[in-house]
Nanobody, 124 residues
């Protein structure tokens, strides 16, 4: 059974940076596209970024383009989300997800495995 474990969340001032990590186990990591979603209090879980199994393609939520970067290391079975220029509206619980060839990288239903989430709080 696949498992995803996120780390790297925390409290940061606006304009600061954080790097989230998500370590996978129990699945053939390089067969899966990986993604980050986030959920703010009282809101739906939304897509943030995704990366194909071979890192050839990446996809981003418009509001994070140019500030966030998704990457992966298949040898370490880990996906990362580098977040720069953080804003208070980025405050949320961030989840990583794994999906085998999702037809729509931004759709939650196309991901089979989910982590427990890591909290990111951006203070004004």
């Amino acid at each position: 059974q696949g498992e995803l474990v996120e780390s790297g969340g925390g409290l940061v001032l606006a304009g600061g940076s954080l790097r989230l990590s998500c370590a996978a186990s129990g699945l053939i990591f390089d067969m899966y596209a990986m993604a980050w979603f986030r959920q703010a209090p009282g809101k739906e879980r939304e897509f943030v970024a995704a990366i194909t199994w071979n890192s050839r393609d990446t996809y981003y939520l418009d509001s994070v383009k140019g500030r966030f970067t998704i990457s992966r290391n298949n040898a370490k079975k880990t996906v990362y989300l580098q977040m720069n220029g953080l804003k208070p509206e980025d405050t949320a619980v961030y989840y990583c997800a794994a999906g085998a060839y999702p037809p729509d990288y931004s759709a939650r239903d196309h991901y089979s495995y989910w982590g427990q989430g890591t909290q990111v709080i951006v203070s004004p």
